[in-house]
């Protein structure tokens, strides 16, 4: 089975969800915008030569994915040598501040989606490559210390109920019904902390990296990278 894939033609804008042929280089714009007039762009070089194919997707989502529930990451992009049979991969989600149980939560579900998107759909097709992966998150802003005090939050959370040194009391057995949610967000702040991700039924764990966006003019925040 081939890539399903639609070519992008150079006067193209890709649409949201679809998987797109790159087959020149070009530079593609991810972009984000809020109601309060911020924007953020992650503009992505791609540089393709000599047997080299390219593929880009914003909020990819394949077909056989239903939309209801679904989750997706903002950048999907690959290049593939298939003479050299190598290919490199890059997936990214923005997030205006890098913060917050939700926040970090999320994009721990996005980089297991999208990896998984990417593995059954694309990299199956090419079995025994070299492959070089490159994943994280695009933020105007970043706090270790912050980030920190959640995971410490949730891992108190967490000690109290699996834990007890005594008989609870009526707020802690309360918060028992919050397990799960306790340790989706101790989770993921430990790998960001940690920047190490390790997807679901995967062995093989990937570095994160956080790219920070840098202010261009106004409430535009830019950040370009090689693909």
């Not at 992008?8 to 991810?30: C, Q």
């Not at 940690?194 to 956080?210: G, K, M, N, S």
């Amino acid at each position: 089975m081939a890539i399903k894939a639609v070519k992008l033609k150079e006067s193209d804008i890709p649409h949201k969800t679809a998987l797109y042929e790159v087959t020149s280089s070009r530079e593609i714009t991810a972009k984000e915008e809020h109601d309060d007039g911020s924007q953020e762009q992650v503009i992505l070089e791609f540089r393709i030569k000599e047997n080299d194919i390219g593929y880009y997707a914003d909020e990819y989502r394949p077909d056989a994915v239903q939309k209801d529930g679904a989750k997706v990451i903002d950048i999907t992009a690959i290049v593939a040598n298939h003479a050299k049979e190598c290919v490199r991969w890059h997936l990214y989600d923005i997030k205006a501040t890098l913060a917050g149980y939700s926040t970090v939560t999320k994009l721990y579900n996005q980089w297991n989606c999208g990896f998984r998107y990417l593995r059954e759909n694309i990299l199956c097709q090419m079995p025994g490559y070299l492959v070089v992966p490159d994943l994280g998150v695009i933020t105007k802003q970043y706090d270790e210390e912050r980030m920190q005090r959640l995971r410490d939050d949730y891992q108190r959370h967490c000690d109290e109920i699996e834990n007890p040194s005594k008989t609870m009391t009526l707020p802690q057995r309360k918060r028992r019904t919050k397990i799960g949610e306790y340790r989706a967000g101790l989770r993921a702040a430990q790998a960001i902390l940690d920047r190490t991700f390790q997807p679901e039924d995967e062995t093989d764990t990937y570095e994160i990296q956080i790219r920070l966006l840098c202010q261009e003019s106004g409430q535009i925040y830019k950040l370009r990278f090689p693909v």
